[in-house]
């Protein structure tokens, strides 16, 4: 795993950099109180083993920012952490290729130090497309941006950006120039609009035009935000950042609004909407889809005699079992003890032979909870009989687990013609 550099003479500052990283984003940290310890680091180490580099403008060893220089030769994307600001400082810094700078005033400057980190570490999965007829521009834009750490593709025009955003669905943001041959910046907005929401793709309209009314009709075009050029290197980070900070909060409300609080499995909700596209798949193309509805066994005896919290901790050890066993399967927790799985392209006998060895697993081993050892077992009932509906073949499987029940529970009820 790749490490942060921090380097810093200041013991309590480093320490709480180190202690702040390490707790809050799972990544070790290596500390240089001087530049030579930081060039030693890298020779020991090599530049490649640093993720990023936290660098203070003034050490002993280094008055004026050398550190900062000699990691970024490196290529170590850096923060510089300095005590004062002044304009001078501030353009010299972003000129240097730094990905940003930390004024040291507060306890809020390490927040925002630590904000930074987690954005460059969601950045480099990130792709970003930039739209420009202008090599100059198109080429600045992509190397401020690569500076932090975005996979950047370019395109000359409208036309090559669909072809380009085509190739790379997974692109989620689209930086695109006004006036632009075959297709310009509004034309290439429409049409991806046909298709592709706000959320989906970003895109932010840019030009160079003096026309005000611009940014106005990018917007109304279904442009995200615009950006006017001349710009500032900042302005691009903010409002790029700040594009992507709205995205991945409508993501994490949307993913909190499809979750079970408790066990973070899917809620019946979103089993019934995602699971009738699976469904609705299979039949469309012929395939198999499995469908199996469990329930723990007499859970009701484990709440009465080790307690509800302890009852909690046996539903989240199910759950997480589950997950594990069935990674490529639709888990849902449809209430209470009962959940359910989707196995798509799964004959049921497959399927049946998966969740009796879940089974078994499931009931050879205790659960630890509130210093108690809890031993639980649970019943299945699983189906492929492909219905009209999902929620028939949901309440198939059901009527499978019912009979597991009967037939004196802690067993798989498959419908292979009842060979099972
Ligand atoms: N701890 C805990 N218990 C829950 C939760 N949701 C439902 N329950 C309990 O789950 C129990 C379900 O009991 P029953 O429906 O009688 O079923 P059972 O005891 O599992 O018996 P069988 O299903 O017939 O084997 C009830 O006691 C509910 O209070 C929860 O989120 N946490």
């Not at 930390?102 to 306890?107: A, E, F, P, R």
């Not at 750490?149 to 000359?156: D, I, K, R, Y």
């Not at 196995?343 to 497959?350: A, K, S, T, Y």
Request: net charge negative.
């Amino acid at each position: 795993m790749k490490k942060i550099l921090v380097i810093e003479d200041s013991k309590t500052v480093n320490k709480i950099l180190q202690q702040v990283i390490e707790s809050q984003l799972n990544i070790p940290v290596d500390v240089a109180e001087t530049m030579a310890e930081c060039s030693q680091f890298i020779s020991d180490n090599g530049a490649d083993s640093y993720f990023a580099a936290m660098v203070d403008l003034n050490l002993p060893d280094a008055l004026s920012g050398e550190a900062a220089a000699l990691t970024l030769s490196k290529q170590i994307p850096t923060i510089v952490l300095t005590a004062d600001y002044n304009e001078n400082m501030r353009s010299k810094l972003l000129d240097m290729g730094v990905v940003d700078y930390v004024i040291k005033d507060s306890s809020y400057s390490f927040n925002y130090a630590i904000t930074l980190l987690k954005r460059l570490l969601k950045n480099q999965y990130l792709k970003i497309l930039v739209t420009d007829d202008s090599k100059v521009s198109r080429q600045y834009l992509a190397s401020l941006l690569k500076q932090h750490l975005f996979q950047v593709f370019t395109a000359e025009n409208g036309v090559q950006a669909l072809a380009i955003l085509n190739q790379e669905p997974d692109i989620k943001v689209l930086l695109t120039d006004y006036n632009m041959p075959e297709m310009d910046g509004f034309a290439l907005v429409k049409e991806l609009r046909k298709n592709k929401d706000k959320q989906e793709l970003a895109i932010i309209g840019i030009s160079s035009a003096d026309d005000a009314s611009l940014s106005a009709r990018f917007i109304k075009h279904g442009a995200n935000d615009f950006l006017s050029k001349p710009f500032i290197h900042e302005e691009l980070y903010c409002r790029v950042n700040q594009t992507l900070e709205h995205i991945e909060l409508i993501e994490e409300i949307q993913d909190s609004a499809n979750r079970d609080f408790m066990t973070k499995l899917y809620n019946r909700r979103y089993l019934y909407n995602q699971g009738a596209a699976l469904h609705q798949h299979a039949l469309q193309s012929g395939k198999q889809l499995a469908v199996a509805i469990m329930d723990i066994d007499h859970f009701k005896e484990v709440n009465d005699t080790y307690g509800h919290d302890a009852g909690d901790v046996v539903l989240i050890h199910f759950a997480n079992m589950l997950i594990k066993c069935f990674p490529n399967g639709l888990v849902a927790r449809l209430g209470g003890e009962e959940f359910c799985l989707l196995l798509p392209e799964l004959d049921n006998q497959h399927a049946a032979e998966r969740l009796d060895k879940f089974r078994q697993t499931l009931a050879a081993m205790p659960i630890h909870a509130e210093d108690q050892e809890i031993w639980i077992s649970a019943s299945f009932g699983v189906t492929n009989v492909l219905e009209e509906q999902l929620e028939a073949q949901i309440n198939r499987a059901d009527k499978l687990l019912y009979e597991a029940k009967n037939n004196g529970r802690n067993q798989v009820f498959a419908d292979v013609d009842g060979q099972f």
